[in-house]
């Protein structure tokens, strides 16, 4: 699959991508400004519940999904964010958090959000355990409600440090 640059990567059923924050948020900005076609889909996330979304993922082996979707609104002159699906919604669970640069931790190239999956509706909630990192750039830098989404489905008792295991894809974006 041919990236930016002459960058190819090859993903077997064996090898699991674990792309770093700030990886994402080079897809990201590489997504916008039309120079992205890679193994990251593009859907509509919120027609879709989330253990239906492994199937749509371009990358079908892994534990985390990546997905590109727009930042649809409740409303059209608010900014909140409208994550309802047709069996729950997205709850947020804290502010937003910085996304900075690998090597230059003083430089911050992005943002992201922590949101998790309810069934049903807030006066009758179920909490699972689907969790999304919502990724997005800061207002200003670009104009567009288009985010990518890491979604997994955590195990019980299972920590942070899980999710790191794999290998991990090494890719120069160009960015």
């Known amino acids: ?14 090898m699991k991508f674990f792309p770093s924050e700030d990886q994402l948020i080079k897809f990201l900005k590489m997504k916008i400004d039309g120079r992205y076609s890679g193994f990251i889909s593009e859907i509509n996330l919120y027609k879709h519940e989330p253990w239906d979304l ?9 534990e985390e999904w990546f997905f ?10 608010s900014d909140r964010s409208n994550r309802q699906t047709e069996k729950g919604y997205w709850h947020e669970t804290s502010k ?5 640069n690998t090597n230059d931790k003083s430089k911050v190239i992005g943002r ?26 800061p207002e200003g830098e ?11 489905q955590k195990s019980v008792g299972s920590s942070r440090e899980d999710s790191n295991k794999g290998i991990v894809f090494d890719i120069e974006c160009g960015l």
């Open 1 to 14: 699959m041919k990236m930016d640059r002459g960058t190819y990567i090859i993903v077997k059923e064996d």
């Open 68 to 77: 590109f979707t727009e930042n649809s609104r409740k409303y059209k002159t």
């Open 54 to 62: 492994p199937a749509l993922s371009v990358v079908k082996f892994s």
């Open 96 to 100: 937003e958090v910085p996304v900075v």
């Open 142 to 152: 670009h104009e567009t409600n288009l985010v990518l989404c890491r979604i997994k």
């Open 112 to 137: 992201k959000r922590f949101l998790v999956f309810y069934k049903g509706r807030a006066s009758r909630k179920e909490k699972t355990n689907w969790v999304m990192q919502e990724y997005f750039v």
